[in-house]
């Protein structure tokens, strides 16, 4: 077992950096924070990093590197990284504050799209006195892709507002209050009762494109989309073409192809799509500072990591 101090190098994080800095400062001072660019004597010394979007040319060169922490539930900035060393593990963020701000903004959502509070709006600006039906929440079925950590989560707390849940995952699955369909076998038949579908999936090869004008077509005609899970799952200018058609009523969207969304981007003028900057949840970092000292703890005591990233599936 190493005993010397362990040290974390911020990798890709940005201007963020000093916000996490500060949070190991308060609550893990045990642990010595490296965020500039390591020097040699670092880069040979350097046993754990905390990453978002690293450079591989750094991440690639840190031959002591024992565990790499992902700063988000989604790994995939930093598999990207075709030659990132496979022996060393790399971990998903599992974080309270990371999935309550996930809960908030689908529950959010999906009352947004459910009482069409997109018509609302647009009627208030037209100084509109705008009676609206909407159906009670049973007799409308939201439909949830993913169901792991965030998206068990988000149907657990959406059964509380007595919709018809359904839920989609990549393996078989039995949850009270939830219709559960797996694999691509399942998903026509998951898609075809979704009045709401909110996307929770991590981006792999295979859910890559996956929201795409054969999915739209799955769903009963004017149904909502809500993507919180990856910009390149989308394909937007299916999108944009459903949305026009009226197969798609209306959308939600955190993530984008291209982020920030490019200023002339035509999802700006797209009316019944709410945007908002990939600020759907963000980890709380003196919550995940105090996870990830645990787990180094744990590390350098022989125990196992948690939630370990599985490099062939991709999540
Ligand atoms: P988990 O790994 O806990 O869950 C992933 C879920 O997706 C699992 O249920 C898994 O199925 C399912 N899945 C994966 N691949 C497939 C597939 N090919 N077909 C069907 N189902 C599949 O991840 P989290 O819940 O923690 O996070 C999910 C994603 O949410 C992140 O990867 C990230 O992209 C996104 N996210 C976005 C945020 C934002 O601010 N917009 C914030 C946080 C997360 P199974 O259960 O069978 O393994
Ligand atoms: C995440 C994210 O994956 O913030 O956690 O998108």
């Not at 990798?11 to 490296?34: C, K, L, M, S, Y």
Request: net charge negative; charged share 20%; hydrophobic share 45%.
């Amino acid at each position: 077992m190493p005993n010397n101090r362990a040290q974390l190098y911020l990798a890709g994080i940005g201007d963020r950096a000093a916000i996490w800095r500060q949070a190991f400062n308060d609550v893990a001072p045990e642990i010595d924070i490296i965020d500039h660019t390591p020097t040699a004597a670092e880069q040979a010394t350097i046993e754990y990093t905390l990453a978002w979007r690293p450079d591989p040319d750094v991440l690639n060169n840190l031959p002591a590197l024992r565990a790499i922490f992902g700063l988000g539930a989604g790994v995939d900035g930093i598999l990207a990284n075709r030659s990132l060393p496979t022996k060393v593990p790399l971990i998903r963020m599992v974080e309270p504050g990371l999935t309550q701000g996930m809960v908030e903004y689908c529950i959010w959502q999906t009352l947004y799209h459910h009482r069409r509070f997109w018509e609302t709006e647009a009627a208030q600006l037209q100084h509109q006195w705008l009676d609206q039906y909407y159906p009670a929440p049973w007799d409308r079925c939201v439909g949830i892709m993913g169901l792991g950590e965030i998206g068990h989560a988000v149907a657990a707390q959406l059964t509380a507002f007595k919709f018809k849940l359904r839920g989609w995952s990549r393996s078989e699955k039995q949850i009270a209050g939830i219709d559960c369909f797996a694999g691509q076998a399942g998903l026509p038949d998951f898609l075809s009762g979704c009045d709401i579908l909110i996307c929770l999936l991590p981006l792999t090869a295979e859910t890559r494109g996956l929201l795409n004008a054969d999915l739209f077509a799955l769903l009963p005609r004017g149904a909502a989309l809500i993507n919180a899970g990856r910009g390149a799952q989308l394909n937007e200018a299916d999108l944009l073409a459903a949305m026009q058609s009226g197969q798609i009523g209306s959308a939600s969207l955190d993530v984008f192809q291209t982020e920030p969304l490019p200023a002339d981007h035509p999802f700006w003028r797209q009316p019944r799509l709410f945007i908002t900057p990939h600020n759907a949840s963000l980890t709380d970092p003196q919550s995940a500072a105090r996870l990830i000292a645990q787990q180094i703890q744990n590390d350098r005591a022989g125990q196992p990591l948690m939630h370990i990233v599985d490099r062939s599936r991709g999540y």
